[in-house]
């Protein structure tokens, strides 16, 4: 029954399904207006189910065009159909085979989620209700089947027809224009992961010999043209495939392995089995379109699709609230693979930007919800930065804690365990209690409750003793529903540094004393609101270097004073602490500024943090991608965050700029030098050396201009006239377009015409325009959205230029008048009506509103009411607009 109000879907509810689907065949006729799928699905009554129960399949919009039960009509009375379900009274007791002939149009599905048409690919996307909008099913990731997929298309529309699993047949059908292939995957799996393309695409094609020597074909299909760009994807699925053989002794399993890339996707990418469906912006790359972190993206979505075969597919999710059982380990395992790939200190630096960036203002607002929720109204708002990052943070410290080879003993048994089957998290969890033989309740939490913890620590030394004592305290504010939490269990990787930069020893007494293992492993373990360490032997004041690698996904609060922090930039042989350090020194800085600033004052000025910067640039010049990071400020938005109340995005703005042009001044003779330095030489290559080199002469250059425009200007100027690749020049065109005048508008105008045929790279031109903090640039969004290049159809036309104005533009999305906050209520409210899933995530960028200053919470407010109160609205912006409000 169709009800106006979405009821919330509980996880106390879960039972399991009252029948099962061993085996789909389906049968797709494309086209463009009237596509038929014909779908024979062999049912029986689940032992575990409830007995006699009506049969109730999932649909989405669909037409039925006929039913048979066991090759018969069913009778009126016992059959129950409509777009959204379909009902059988009362179907046999025995296993029966049902028969549904559908009828769709894959051209008016604007959606994005079932079959729909991608330019003129026809492709499918079913995470995560989609397959009820192809035919009706028991839409629902623990019902496993084993699917044999027949397509058949025009040759001249579609020569090109894949689906999951390997091609077991396909020919023309003689006397017409028409041709079919067959797909076959032996694996049972939830509809979720079903695919099918169709098209005229181009290809190239590769092979992958496994361990245990089987051979694996490889196809990456592409717009035709687009082949070039493919190679590095492929370059990365071979590299994936070689890593999960070694890292975690997972090995492919079919005879293919296909990849399409589409322009429009609604997410990044999909891990359908054997047929990944990528968003372009995850496959293509040439030197002269994509950036280095474009590359780094590539190589990440592509290992993180492929390492689903295990992680998701192999063995899947039970129910929508098991979602990060598949999103956080995945995520964890393209990070480990990344960290291996590149370098890991500079992997892990950029992950808990990430973090911090989209993860704590999740946590911190009211959209705040568990790594594992319990209730939900549209799981489609549940792809989220907790999901997947925090859900990644949560495997990270199981290892931290349990130890490496624990680690692997338990993902071993979880392989093992649980291969062929729908998970929970308690399944993954017990397997690594079992093997560690602890008691992982505790620890389990971090599941269970939303929030970031925040530890704060003090510390004192007593020179007479010769002991350092060490209070860690941990709280964690109440969250949506959760307005008490448990202490969590939190491993704080430490060192202690001494003055001149030598590690010191850790030793503890029998009073507050740590254990063994815990000295051992450099890791305390806090488990209780709060709990003294203190370290003996202690010769010279030393400093803590706390939440190493950070080691936990908490805010520190840390007693430690300007001095202190730079000792640690330059000594502590953590380098993530040393990156850190920087960023909390920053952080200060900047917060005394904002003070300042609000209280009609000068930001204030510090030359010791430049003089650090200085060293650690000269000291770090072996490794310039991690000098990179050290010298990259905190953003606005992480100001905004470290502030958390009565936020004014204004000052924050201010007293960053004004940050950047004092440390651009102090420190132009050595950005300079180490700018000219770096200069390109020889070939080009990817990989992260020479993406580190130039990310570190972007971030001189970047810093430069701040500090001495005019120069600073020529060299963008100049660099954005001969850069040879597009890491260079988007570098430089970032910075020329920051400053106001004419030139500016010529050089957008000449990157235009230099990429115009690019859609990738506009949508590159689109972020810069968005992202100028200046009072013009909504009326430049806005002129944007007429331009030929944009469309409100392609979701990464309009993150690229809506979803980078709302998320990435501190001062105009927060403008005083709030005409940022009512333009993106308005366009919120005209999206939702073709794609929902994509409105939604533009509205979300509300998430931190109650932290803004009053007058700005007020109007921001106001437009999140204007939505939540228009009638026939999505379920998923009614659910992201009722719960911002909440
Ligand atoms: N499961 C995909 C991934 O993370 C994400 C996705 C979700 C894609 C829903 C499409 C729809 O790999
Ligand atoms: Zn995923």
Known sequence: MRTDVAQPVRLADYRPPDYLIDTVVLDVLLHDTETRVRAKLSIRPNPAGRAGAPLVLDGDELTAKKILLDGQDIS????????????????????FVLEIETEINPSANTKLMGLYRSGPVYCTQCEAEGFRRITYFLDRPDVLSVYTTRIEAAVSEAPILLSNGNKIDAGPIDGTDRHFAVWHDPFPKPSYLFALVGGDLGSIHDEFTTVSGRKVALGIYVEHGKEK?????????????AWDETAFGREYDLDMFNIVAVSSFNMGAMENKGLNVFNDKYVLALPETATDTDYANIEAVIAHEYFHNWTGNRITCRDWFQLCLKEGLTVFRDHEFSADQRSRAVRRIADVRTLRAAQFPEDAGPLAHNVR????????????????????????????????????????????????????????????????????????????????????????????????????????????????????????????????????????????????????????????PERRVTFCDVATPPVASLLRGFSAPVRLSQSVNENELIALVAHDSDSFNRWQAAQTYATRLLLRSVDLVRSGGKPCEDEAFGEALYRAIESNIGDPAFAAQVISLPSEADMAREIGENVDPDAIHVAKQALRAALGRQLAPILLQTYERLAPEGAYSPDA??????????????????????????????QFETAQTMTDEIAALGILTH????????????????????????????????????????????????????????????????????????????????????????????????????????????????????????????????????????????????????
């Open 689 to 718: 050396a020479a993406a580190g080199r130039r990310a570190l002469r972007t971030a001189c250059l970047d810093l430069y201009a701040a500090g001495v425009p005019d120069e600073g200007g020529a060299l963008a100027q100049r």
């Open 373 to 528: 929720p319990d209730t939900y109204l549209e799981i489609n708002n549940f792809y989220t930065a907790t999901i997947y990052e925090k859900g990644s943070e949560i495997i990270r410290m199981l290892k931290v804690l349990i130890g490496e080879t624990a680690f692997r003993a338990g993902m071993d048994l979880y392989f093992d365990r649980y291969d062929g089957t729908a998970a929970t998290i308690e399944n993954f969890i017990s397997c690594f209690a079992e093997v560690s033989h602890r008691d992982l309740t505790q620890f389990s939490r971090w599941y269970h409750q939303a929030g970031t913890p925040l530890v704060e620590a003090q510390t004192s030394y007593d020179a007479a003793k010769q002991t350092f004592t060490l209070d860690l305290k941990q709280s964690c504010k109440p969250t949506p529903g959760q307005d008490h939490k448990e202490p969590f269990v939190i491993p704080i990787e430490l060192g202690l540094v001494a003055a001149d930069g030598a590690p010191i020893a850790l030793q503890t007494g029998t009073e507050d004393g740590a254990s063994a293992d815990e000295l051992a492993r450099g890791v305390l373990e806090l488990s209780t």
């Open 229 to 241: 760009s493919a190679v590095y994807a492929m370059d990365a699925l071979k590299r994936s495939m």
């Open 739 to 886: 400053v106001p005048g004419e030139r500016r508008e010529q050089a957008l105008d000449t990157f235009y015409q230099r990429h115009s045929s690019e859609p990738l790279v506009i949508d590159k031109w689109f972020i810069l325009q968005a992202t100028i903090p200046e009072k013009g640039t909504l009326a430049r969004v806005k002129k944007l959205m007429e331009h030929p290049a944009f469309s409100l159809t392609n979701p990464n036309r309009v993150r690229s230029l809506i979803g980078a104005f709302a998320s990435g533009n501190q001062t105009q999305f927060n403008a005083a008048d709030g005409s940022g906050y009512h333009f993106l209520a308005e366009i919120v409210i005209g999206l939702d009506r073709t794609n929902p899933q994509v409105a939604a995530r533009l509205l979300a960028a509300f998430k931190s509103w109650r932290a803004l200053e009053s007058k700005r919470s007020a109007l921001a407010e106001a437009a999140l009411r204007r939505v939540a109160q228009v009638n026939d609205l999505s379920a998923d912006v009614k659910d992201i607009a009722g719960r911002s409000l909440a």
């Open 76 to 95: 009126p009375e016992t059959i129950f159909v409509a777009p959204d379900q379909l009902t059988l009274a009362s179907p046999p007791r025995q296993p």
